[in-house]
């Protein structure tokens, strides 16, 4: 299947900082990209969709001032976390489509102290 | 954004045993039904899909079988073996949006 790779993997950061996460399709290019969230023991839940050369279109009752992203090629989405808080500690999963199917990145896990 | 359920959340097989998870839907524009397999600290990996044109798709130890009447699919692994034990999440999409509404997942624990 096709690769999708995320970074980094893990990253704590301070209360009020910004993180940035980072996907890319390494085999293919993806004009549309996929960015989840997925709390302990629980579903993944859509954030957002990200467009290639495009706004972000967010899902209902994610702020998209808080959570941005930016898919400036066709091989590569970021979503950053700004001001990050405690409760926005969580599994973060990007995902890329082929004409077949959509692939997932591994995962970051962003811990907020 | 609610419209994939999921059943049972848990599950325990023995060893050889087959491991069954249901899924239904109520989107009738969902057209495209993957399952996926996510290990602890992972992102989910795609085990098999199948598009509602057909009502049986294998591959190796994994089935998914559609009812396109009922909106209901489920995912079959046969002979079960302890490296099976993960979570698995069935997911529904339509070909417009691309965006897939995933089920609640199901813990599956594969005893030796």
């Known amino acids: 299947g096709a690769v999708v790779s995320q970074h980094p993997s893990r990253v704590i950061c301070k209360s009020g900082t910004s993180v940035k996460i980072e996907c890319r399709s390494l085999?293919?290019?993806?004009?549309?990209m996929f960015w989840y969230r997925q709390f302990p023991k629980q579903s993944l839940m859509l954030m957002a969709t990200s467009n290639e050369g495009s706004k972000a279109t967010y899902e209902q009752g994610v702020e998209k001032d808080k959570f941005l992203i930016n898919h400036a090629s066709l091989t590569l989405s970021t979503l950053t976390v700004t001001s990050a808080h405690p409760e926005d500690s969580s599994f973060y999963i990007c995902?890329?489509?082929?004409?077949?199917?959509?692939?997932f990145g591994q995962g970051t896990r962003l811990t907020v102290v | 954004q609610q419209q994939v359920k999921q059943s049972p959340q848990s599950l325990i097989v023995q060893k050889g045993g087959i491991s069954i998870i249901n899924c239904a839907y109520e989107n009738t524009a969902f057209d495209y039904f993957p399952w996926y397999q996510q290990f602890p600290g992972k992102g989910p990996a795609l085990l098999i899909a199948?598009?509602?044109?057909?009502s049986e798709k294998k591959e190796g130890r994994f089935t998914i079988s559609f009812n396109k009447s009922a909106k209901q699919f489920s995912l079959h692994i046969m002979d079960s073996q302890p490296g099976d034990s993960a979570t698995y999440f069935c997911?529904?999409?339509?070909?417009?949006?691309?965006?897939?509404?995933f089920g609640q997942g199901t813990t599956l624990q594969v005893k030796p």
């Open positions: 997911a529904a999409t339509s070909s417009n949006t691309g965006k897939l509404i």
């Open positions: 199948i598009r509602p044109d057909v």
């Open positions: 085999d293919f290019q993806a004009t549309t």
């Open positions: 995902s890329a489509r082929t004409l077949k199917a959509a692939f």
